[in-house]
């Protein structure tokens, strides 16, 4: 059989195959066609392979789940990998059975998932999006390698509406989901990244303890048995030969006459030598130089559904009970709009009974932590809330707005108490980011003042 | 006890003031001859000497030290050992107390199969240490303690053991006299026991340490024979050091060192304030083994490797000779003549063994008993030291029959077997090489 269209206004061409409708799309204008979402698949037809990749991405960039999910083939041109991955295959004379029965079998799954769910921010969005792709084409999800990917990889499905600056978070998302059990998965790869721009791509090199040069040369050395002389290599040389430099005796065969019981580095800049050269690493795309303990690794890997990431694809957040900001929250801390919520709620308390009541603020310079990624900013957050808490008492309210901002509510503690408390938190928390990364204590502010009726 | 008292101790008595002093020396010639010129007279006459100059010492003493803050010299301070790293912290907080700070620290870890490597490296990333090296193959003392030497930058190498501790001035004392005499190669610490209240085996030691290290060493030094820098504490100049090659394979390298650097023309000290506090073995198991091994070095080092010191010849001093030759007949030659001497009781007094042996004890003991008089007048820690005198009496025991069966027992091997070079204290490959080339 020959690939037939059926004779339609341009815009609406489709091919009909044993009872399925695919609409036939040539440019990514015609996607905004409704007629479209009535179709059962997509078949792409372009000889250009940019025109192939957009209208791949703006079907699986939408927001409407009935084209994001929508099988879509490829017709005529042969793609690279990552690009295959965001359709569902080529199309052929040849293929069109098994086309028309995959077409069938996601469309089947898509029946089933729940295409109104809520979502209430990019995190529920990609991870929906991701579950529901998982679902509808009962395969992992996989990675693919990516050298223009900030962190060398790319999850083409979600990356088609994100651009690849943005893989760290869909990474971040997507292992949170299987933390959760969500989602399972096999980890095919660890990935390193900058502390300041968060790229994967880091040169490794060793330095010298003492001028951290990168200009080493390593050397054995060499323990002359006969009288206890150990030195470098190149003490002993003499032209081919190993000549003691102590007693003048030739070294004739290792493990007889002498052996090589360590290593050593001599610096080419400094001329010091040492046993140690500790790797520090440079990141290729921002140039910052950084020591191994700055680097944060994350992982890299196929991700499925578990029975817990099915009922999420088909019954959405709101029938889960999932709530990922919730999750997010720094233990000890309750979220910002029901901090927001307490605080009036306070206000109204004060105006009532005229009791004390204070309210206090931590407030760091953004611009002053600029350089550091989103991990080490939620490492920052996670650790300000770990000092903090201990201080405040039970009936005291600590919430997070984003790393830099941080709230408290003090409803039984006298003015003298909160002075101390105050004091106390600023003493420690310069202390937690002058002795950590480096920076001065203006940059770090507590405030304290009465809640007003 | 009656019977001791109404008939032995009369009899015991009556029999030597009859037999009069010609038989009295005749029976007892070892004693008066050896034992009580070198440890009685000798001991005291040198106290005395040492006494009478003591305020020109002070002088010279004072001179050396301003000296040495003035040009404040930097010094590497290196410890090589293996399986060492439980002392390390210990060594470096012990370290961190010190008068003199112009140093580094250099920790060789010479192949250890425990933490050690771990420690060192914690200790180095720390600060604590300022180079720490380790050896994936154990090489020996000598080789690990050549190794760390090639990392120094001092002008003064300190050797120290990793299970040591000091007095907060002993680096400075060990150092002073390298600025008092610019022919002083080589210093050696007081190395004096720790652990004395751990067992009765630790604390005849403690006693033997304070009279032939503390006093012994002293007498030595004056005499200018002093020939034996402890391994645990001494202190080098770095040219003299490296001029002779380093350290060469033991057992006893730290007196085959002290000799090397005697020949090579330079004089060794000893410095009694310079103390350091060292772990003596608590059981007498330990203590045979480490006595036999010390035992086999003088045999190995001061009778064959350095033979050619009694020789003449065109590098003959008659210092290192004595130093050499009072070591080797204090020890080898008269542990030969007490065998003799004891022959000669058996043959000619076998009768009057049952007085000779206790008067051999009742001297032994008012001996030791003098003995430590000198070396409590030359100590710093006297009243510390005073609970060690109830002891005195086994020192008889400990010095005239144990040590001298070991020293017999060490020097029998050696000589007939040449053992030391079966000691498990160095690796197979260098003892193999070592025993090759004779050394």
Not at chain 1, 414 to 438: C, S
Not at chain 2, 64 to 81: C, D, K, Q, T, Y
Not at chain 2, 86 to 104: D, G, I, M, P, R
Request: charged share 25%; proline share 4%.
């Amino acid at each position: 059989m020959v690939l037939k269209s059926i004779s339609r206004p341009a815009h609406q061409q489709h091919f009909e195959y044993e009872g399925l409708y695919f609409a036939q799309v040539n440019r990514a204008s015609q996607l905004s066609d409704p007629f479209i979402l009535d179709k059962d698949g997509i078949f792409v037809e372009s000889s250009r392979s940019e025109e192939v990749q957009q209208i791949l991405k703006q079907v699986r960039g939408s927001d409407n789940p009935l084209l994001y999910l929508k099988p879509v083939f490829v017709k005529s041109i042969k793609l690279p990998a990552h690009l295959v991955a965001l359709s569902d295959g080529a199309v052929n004379d040849e293929n069109l059975r098994r086309v028309a029965k995959k077409t069938i079998g996601i469309n089947q799954q898509i029946a089933l998932v729940d295409r109104q769910a809520r979502k209430s921010d990019f995190k529920e969005e990609t991870l929906l999006k991701a579950v529901q792709f998982i679902f509808t084409r009962r395969q992992p999800l996989k990675p693919f390698r990516n050298r223009k990917a900030m962190c060398g990889y790319l999850f083409p499905f979600l990356n088609a509406y994100l651009p690849a600056s943005e893989n760290l978070r869909i990474i971040d998302i997507l292992e949170k989901a299987r933390k959760e059990e969500l989602l399972s998965g096999k980890i095919l790869d660890k990935i390193n990244l900058c502390q300041a721009c968060d790229s994967a791509f880091l040169n490794f090199r060793e330095t010298c303890t003492k001028c951290h040069s990168i200009d080493l040369v390593t050397e054995d050395l060499i323990h002359h048995f006969r009288c206890a002389y150990v030195g470098p290599a190149s003490d002993f040389k003499q032209g081919d030969d190993l000549v003691c430099p102590k007693c003048d005796k030739s070294l004739r065969h290792i493990g007889i006459d002498y052996d090589k019981p360590s290593e050593i580095f001599n610096c080419q800049t400094c001329n010091h030598q040492s046993q140690e050269a500790p790797m520090k690493a440079a990141c290729a795309d921002c140039g910052n130089e950084m020591e191994l303990s700055y680097i944060s690794s994350k992982n890299i890997g196929t991700y499925q559904l578990t029975a817990q990431g099915e009922k999420l694809a088909t019954q959405g957040f709101k029938n889960n009970g999932i709530d990922l900001n919730e999750r997010s929250l720094p233990v000890g801390t309750i979220g910002w709009e029901f901090f927001r919520i307490m605080h009036q709620q306070e206000k109204e308390r004060v105006r009532m009974t005229g009791h004390l009541s204070l309210v206090g603020v931590i407030q760091l310079d953004t611009g002053q932590f600029e350089f550091l990624g989103a991990d080490s900013k939620e490492k920052l957050r996670q650790e300000i809330v770990r000092i903090v808490r201990p201080y405040l008492r039970s009936v005291d309210v600590l919430s997070s707005k984003n790393f830099s901002t941080y709230a408290f509510l003090l409803p039984e503690t006298t003015v003298p108490e909160a002075r101390q408390l105050q004091e106390t938190l600023a003493f420690n928390l310069q202390k937690l980011i002058g002795h950590n990364l480096a920076i001065g204590s203006k940059a770090m502010q507590v405030k304290l003042s009465k809640i007003n009726a | 006890m009656r019977p001791v008292l109404e008939y032995i101790l009369p009899e015991y008595i009556n029999y030597w003031f009859e037999v009069g002093i010609g038989k009295f020396i005749r029976v007892f010639w070892y004693f008066v001859i050896f034992e009580f010129t070198r440890y009685i007279i000798l001991d005291y006459l040198v106290a005395g000497w040492f006494r009478l100059k003591k305020k020109k010492r002070a002088e010279r003493w004072e001179t050396a030290r301003r000296a040495l803050w003035n040009e404040h010299p930097f010094i590497s301070i290196i410890v090589p050992g293996k399986n060492e790293g439980a002392h390390l912290y210990k060594l470096v907080k012990s370290l961190a107390e010190q008068t003199y700070q112009n140093f580094e620290l250099i920790i060789v870890d010479d192949g250890s199969d425990d933490d050690t490597p771990i420690i060192g490296r914690n200790l180095a990333q720390k600060g604590l240490i300022d180079v720490f090296i380790r050896n994936e193959m154990r090489g020996g003392k000598a080789s690990a303690a050549n190794l760390a030497l090639r990392f120094t930058k001092g002008k003064i190498i300190v050797h120290l053991d990793a299970d040591c501790s000091f007095d907060r001035d002993a680096i400075e004392n060990v150092i002073i006299p390298f600025y008092q005499d610019e022919r002083i190669g080589a210093v050696g610490g007081n190395v004096k026991v720790r652990n004395y209240r751990d067992s009765l085996c630790a604390k005849l030691q403690a006693i033997e340490y304070l009279k032939t290290i503390s006093v012994g060493r002293i007498l030595t030094t004056q005499l200018g024979i002093y020939k034996i820098i402890s391994g645990a504490f001494g202190a080098f100049r770095s040219d003299v050091i490296e001029s002779i090659g380093g350290w060469d394979i033991g057992p006893g390298l730290d007196g085959d060192i002290t000799v090397k650097i005697r020949k090579s023309g330079f004089k060794t000290v000893f410095e009694p304030s310079a103390v350091c506090l060292t772990n003596a073995p608590s059981k007498f198991k330990v203590l045979t083994k480490q006595r036999l091994r010390w035992d086999k070095s003088i045999i190995r080092f001061r009778v064959r490797k350095h033979k050619d010191v009694y020789l003449p010849n065109a590098n003959f001093n008659w210092s290192n000779f004595f130093a050499l030759f009072e070591n080797v007949f204090y020890n080898v030659i008269l542990d030969i003549t007490w065998w003799l001497y004891i022959i000669d009781m058996c043959i000619h007094f076998n009768s009057s063994l049952k007085f000779i042996i206790p008067m051999n004890l009742t001297l032994y003991t008012v001996v030791g008993f003098v003995q430590m008089t000198s070396a409590y007048i030359f100590s710093e820690r006297r009243k510390e030291e005073l609970c060690l005198w109830p002891y005195l009496p086994l020192m008889s025991f400990y010095t005239g029959m144990y040590l001298r069966f070991v020293r017999t027992r060490a020097y029998y091997q050696e000589f007939v077997f040449r053992k030391s070079y079966d000691d498990p204290w160095n690796p197979v490959k260098s003892s193999i090489q070592a025993k090759l080339n004779g050394f």
